[in-house]
């Protein structure tokens, strides 16, 4: 099975000014655990995770006045809708992450995470 056969198309988008509120209240009623950032000042494609939320929660800073550009990964991994599972899966495990930008002809197409692998591979193991 293929990334582009698992991975979520329905992206949510988010810019840099954002705060972190809005990109978790906009993640939680999408109920998604990342988004897309797209910067053109910090390399164009980026990545923001419910994980990043939370560790700038965790170190007390305001989620009311953080903006989003100072915890996005920029230095992101990308899966193209072409790779394995298998591919994406060892990407992941070998990044420590749990959430992949496909991108397709230099375009965000969707995000894969590892749930969306298990939901994939999980009925292969039903005897």
């Given amino acids: 099975m293929l990334v582009r056969d698992a991975m979520s198309t329905l992206v949510l988008t988010l810019g840099p000014a954002h705060t972190l509120r809005q990109a978790a209240t906009l993640m939680s009623a999408r109920r998604v655990g990342a988004a897309v950032v797209l910067d053109p000042d910090a390399g164009g494609i980026g990545i923001i995770t419910e994980r990043d939320i939370l560790n700038s929660v965790g170190l007390g800073q305001s989620p009311d006045t953080e903006h989003v550009h100072a915890h996005t990964t920029n230095d992101v991994v ?7 599972l298998e591919e994406a899966a060892r990407a992941m495990a070998h990044g420590g992450f749990r959430h992949l930008i496909v991108l397709d002809h230099g375009q965000p197409a969707g995000i894969v995470s590892v749930r969306d692998i298990i939901r994939c591979w999980a009925p292969a193991l039903v005897p």
């Fill in 78 to 84: 990308f899966a193209a809708p072409t790779w394995t």
